[in-house]
């Protein structure tokens, strides 16, 4: 059940309270990242005023219009209705995203600064939204299988089973990515867009396992979740553009060539893990296990496509 209280008269849930914490959360990052000059802040006050609004706008339209138990209550007003839930995290990030480029234009901040100055602060307000899922229905695995998981705090039980609280290894992720993107723009801050490209190369890589260990009928078609669709789908652009800008350009033809033919080997492997682990009887930690070593191809290609380019947005 959806934890909620009674504050003066008005109806508060746990959920979105967790998510004004992380809107605030990264606000705070955003403004601290912005540094003094005149042009970023101003950016980032509106950010902070856009991204929000356009985040949750985005994020209830892709809920309403992909997520197949809400198709019999599809109207306008039940769209409207923001008290009967439905939220995608992707439509969030996707608003957000839209928001810091149209707060960059109006600043005269370059888009593609922004975009690595945002990135680390999107995965601030992950970490912590995520943990709001704590207190919904959303965020769990199938049931857990092998008992090794039971009893640890990683795992809930109800009457029946015990499940994965799979939104806590998702904080958990968003974290580490919200660090090691802090240290990418530290380092790599004179090359506009690379930290944003690092940034959902990771993204989409980690939230491809995370998807598959969720089963909370949230967004889904049959074993695969829309979600996880989009994950794919990202980083696969990613890798797909960098690859043929290095062709454009040239250079380190090979790797370019090599990224372009495993991409199709890494999503079928993909696909046929999720049938493994939605059909098979084959043990879940060493499916999982296969799933692990088949991401960091994408991974490992990624990041070398990034030394290799050089990419200045």
Partial sequence: MTAQMTFLGLTVYAYGLYLAAGCLATGLLLWHLAGKEEARRNAAALTCLLSPLLGL???????????????????????????????????????????????????????????????????????VARLGEGHTVLGISRPLVTGVLDNTFLAMRDDYDAYLRTYLLESAGALVLC?????SLRRHGAQPGRTALFAGLTFGV???????????????FSFIGLQQVLSVVLFSLIIICLAVYLLRRG????????????????????LGLEFMVDRSQVSKWLTYGLYVLLLCVPIALGVRLLERNGYHG
């Fill in 179 to 183: 660090l090691l993107s802090l240290r």
């Fill in 206 to 220: 980690t939230q491809t396992l995370f998807e598959s260990l969720r089963f909370d009928q949230h967004i889904r």
């Fill in 251 to 270: 250079q380190a033809k090979a790797l370019a060539i090599w990224s372009l033919c495993l991409l199709p080997v890494v999503l079928g492997g993909i």
């Fill in 57 to 127: 706008v985005a994020a209830r339209l892709v809920y309403v219009l992909s997520d197949i138990t809400f198709a019999p209550f599809l109207t306008l007003r039940n769209v409207l209705n923001l008290r009967l839930g439905g939220y995608a995290m992707f439509g969030a990030l996707l608003g957000a995203v839209l928001g810091g480029m149209l707060a960059a234009r109006i600043a005269g901040v370059k888009k593609a600064v922004w975009l690595d100055t945002m990135a680390p602060a999107l995965f601030a307000f992950i970490a």
